[in-house]
């Protein structure tokens, strides 16, 4: 991987300084840069894509759907048919199983499609009077304040009606209820960085990308036996061994891939009024790392 020229690394800072909205521009610009140390790292890359599934009890207002219950056995959760997304990406559907569905009656509003306003318990009135203290009587009278009711303001969540449209069934009094099939498609990364001497931390490298060397994908991965670099081998062996041996056991494999990169990063040493500093250029995105940025501010957001 060609070096880092030093105008790409100053860009590079430049830019990240501006995207701080706490960092000074100054170390950035007028910093001098006295020394830049490159590092070549390896990063090998397993990637597992998965297909689980689960079933649950599920409902939904009636809407004149038909009830197919019992028509003919359901199918198990294996044969309904899921399309994937494209291979590698994650996404989640969910599905109502076909001859699982009946129509039973709202049992949160008793099938009357409404049910008392909690905000006034029905009243239709939500502030309590201050006369009686929300008993509806005075001196062993019917409060002349609040009419007996024990509240004097109009509940603005029922519009004073007292009740409310059921939220279980949207005021249709009946539910469709079915078994709901959820499938989730998920990609399962895992990294392993090898060469890493330069201090910066592993786990930014994640984001980046670097020269790719080599690249495998199919349903299931051999490991990389005899690649030039033994670390590598070794943690695609131990990567792959643990993998399959995971994800197989609660969902289904669809592919595998495999990529060993060479991701560039540089060490850049640079002097800012009198002391020393350093930052790291990563990827071929030219990332920036800089942990101990020697000019941040204390910003108070109102």
């Not at 001098?32 to 599920?58: D, G, K, P």
């Not at 036996?225 to 131990?238: D, H, K, T, V």
């Not at 991701?263 to 920036?288: C, F």
Request: net charge negative; glycine share 6%; aromatic share 10%.
């Amino acid at each position: 991987i060609p070096s880092l020229s030093e105008d790409v690394a100053r860009e590079a800072f430049k830019s990240f300084a501006s995207s701080q909205c706490c960092y000074s521009k100054a170390p950035a610009s007028d910093g001098v840069i006295t020394s830049m140390e490159a590092f070549n790292t390896y990063r090998y890359r397993l990637e597992t894509f998965t297909e689980s599934r689960s079933t649950e009890l599920a409902s939904k207002p009636y809407e004149g759907e038909q009830a197919d219950f019992y028509a003919q056995p359901a199918p198990r959760p294996w044969e309904v048919a899921a399309t994937p997304p494209t291979l590698f990406s994650e996404h989640t559907e969910e599905i109502r199983v076909p001859y699982t569905s009946s129509i039973q009656d709202c049992s949160k509003c008793h099938a009357s499609g409404t049910s008392e306003c909690e905000q006034c318990c029905g009243s239709g009135y939500d502030k309590e009077c201050w006369v009686c203290n929300g008993s509806g009587t005075s001196n062993d009278q019917s409060c002349s304040r609040c009419d007996g009711k024990g509240r004097e303001s109009r509940c603005t969540s029922c519009s004073a009606q007292g009740w409310k449209e059921c939220e279980t069934c949207e005021g249709k009094k009946q539910l469709l209820t079915y078994i709901k099939l959820k499938v989730e498609w998920v990609n399962h990364v895992e990294d392993h960085v090898e060469n890493q001497m330069s201090g910066l931390d592993p786990d930014n490298l994640r984001s980046v990308h670097g020269k790719k060397l080599f690249e495998n994908s199919q349903y299931l991965v051999y490991p990389l036996l005899g690649f030039p670099l033994q670390a590598i081998s070794q943690a695609s062996e131990r990567l792959v061994r643990e993998h399959q041996s995971k994800y197989a056991q609660s969902s289904r494999i669809l592919q595998q891939r495999q990529t060993v990169e060479l991701v560039p990063i540089t060490k850049v040493n640079y002097k800012w009024k009198g002391d020393s500093h350093i930052y790291y250029v990563y990827g071929n995105e030219n990332q920036v790392s800089a942990d101990n940025y020697p000019a941040k501010c204390c910003c108070v957001i109102l």
